[in-house]
């Protein structure tokens, strides 16, 4: 089973799957969106991770005895930092349009891109983005929820120290043990908050189906799409393709949400975009998509 799934993904080629795994993380957004009047955002996030990592332990279940004490640290670091950028990223989009919320949240891994790289051009790619959020800054306040924004940027800033211990992690684990271990650690802090939020929305088998949707294509379905894509392209040009998202979560949310953002949006996020997939053309390592 697992030789014909891998058979088949290796017909597609591997920019397309780099392109349908950020599609997926996106379209899990928005469909998460949807079910916040029911489940809230907290109860999402706790369902994304208790069904998240339920998935990713049964596909591939790590070893997770006889962990040191230093990896025991970095898998509960993780997971608190997977949480809380989850968290922040949910009560953003319950605030403010997909599109603008992922423009925001992408200062975190354009910054780690931009340490990783070394080019004097660099200065260009900083200039882009401060002039991409400057551009949101005057709907700050009327139409632009400033609450949604500070999430926002919150999450990116959450998204930068993820990053920077997924790289940690991926040097102590083999195969996905870290993840699962953190994805475990976020749903354990999640839970008591998740019931008291959601309530009895939880005995809603109608609900928890659309829950587990997210989790799938939020969590399993894009991280086994990007991982087969990494294997077949280098880091910088992977990271240049998930540059993108600001753009598909833009389209995601006007498709599936019928949210419009105006010119000064779009233009807003067309300049987070380029200067993403400039900084990343140039960094020593792409930085790796929050699929979790």
């Given at each position: 089973?697992?030789?014909?799934?891998?058979?088949?993904?290796?017909?597609?080629?591997?920019?397309?799957?780099?392109?349908?795994?950020?599609?997926?993380?996106?379209?899990?957004?928005a469909i998460a969106k949807s079910l916040f009047d029911e489940l809230t955002p907290t109860g999402l996030v706790m369902l994304r991770l208790v069904f998240g990592g339920l998935l990713l332990g049964l596909l591939f279940r790590p070893r997770v005895r006889n962990r040191s004490s230093r990896e025991l640290q970095l898998a509960l670091a993780f997971g608190l930092t997977l949480?809380?950028?989850?968290?922040?990223?949910?009560?953003?989009?319950?605030?403010?349009?997909?599109?603008?919320?992922?423009?925001?949240?992408?200062?975190?891994?354009?910054?780690?891109?931009?340490?990783?790289s070394r080019r004097s051009s660099d200065f260009l790619w900083?200039?882009?983005?401060?002039?991409?959020?400057?551009?949101?800054?005057?709907?700050?306040?009327?139409?632009?929820?400033?609450?949604?924004?500070?999430?926002?940027?919150?999450?990116?800033?959450?998204?930068?120290?993820?990053?920077?211990?997924?790289?940690?992690?991926?040097?102590?684990?083999?195969?996905?043990?870290?993840?699962?271990?953190?994805?475990?650690?976020?749903?354990?802090?999640?839970?008591?908050?998740?019931?008291?939020?959601?309530?009895?929305?939880?005995?809603?088998?109608?609900?928890?189906?659309?829950?587990?949707?997210v989790a799938v294509l939020s969590a399993a379905l894009p991280w086994s799409l990007e991982l087969e894509a990494l294997r077949r392209m280098p880091a910088h040009v992977f990271g240049v393709l998930m540059s993108l998202e600001p753009a598909i979560g833009a389209l995601v949310g006007f498709v599936v949400l019928g949210e419009r953002i105006g010119v000064r949006a779009i233009t807003a996020i067309a300049l987070?975009?380029?200067?993403?997939?400039?900084?990343?053309?140039?960094?020593?390592?792409?930085?790796?998509?929050?699929?979790?």
């Amino acid at each position: 089973m697992n030789r014909s799934r891998a058979v088949d993904l290796d017909r597609i080629p591997a920019p397309w799957l780099v392109v349908a795994g950020v599609s997926s993380v996106q379209l899990g957004a928005a469909i998460a969106k949807s079910l916040f009047d029911e489940l809230t955002p907290t109860g999402l996030v706790m369902l994304r991770l208790v069904f998240g990592g339920l998935l990713l332990g049964l596909l591939f279940r790590p070893r997770v005895r006889n962990r040191s004490s230093r990896e025991l640290q970095l898998a509960l670091a993780f997971g608190l930092t997977l949480v809380t950028m989850n968290f922040c990223f949910y009560q953003a989009i319950d605030r403010i349009p997909l599109g603008i919320a992922v423009t925001l949240e992408f200062v975190g891994p354009l910054g780690v891109a931009l340490v990783g790289s070394r080019r004097s051009s660099d200065f260009l790619w900083v200039a882009m983005a401060a002039s991409g959020i400057a551009l949101l800054a005057p709907g700050i306040g009327e139409g632009l929820d400033a609450v949604g924004v500070a999430f926002a940027l919150g999450a990116g800033v959450l998204w930068a120290a993820y990053i920077t211990l997924s790289i940690h992690v991926g040097r102590a684990f083999t195969g996905p043990t870290g993840l699962v271990l953190a994805m475990a650690v976020g749903a354990a802090v999640s839970l008591p908050f998740g019931i008291a939020s959601a309530g009895s929305a939880l005995l809603e088998p109608e609900l928890l189906a659309a829950a587990f949707a997210v989790a799938v294509l939020s969590a399993a379905l894009p991280w086994s799409l990007e991982l087969e894509a990494l294997r077949r392209m280098p880091a910088h040009v992977f990271g240049v393709l998930m540059s993108l998202e600001p753009a598909i979560g833009a389209l995601v949310g006007f498709v599936v949400l019928g949210e419009r953002i105006g010119v000064r949006a779009i233009t807003a996020i067309a300049l987070v975009v380029i200067a993403s997939a400039g900084a990343a053309r140039g960094a020593r390592a792409a930085p790796a998509p929050p699929d979790v």
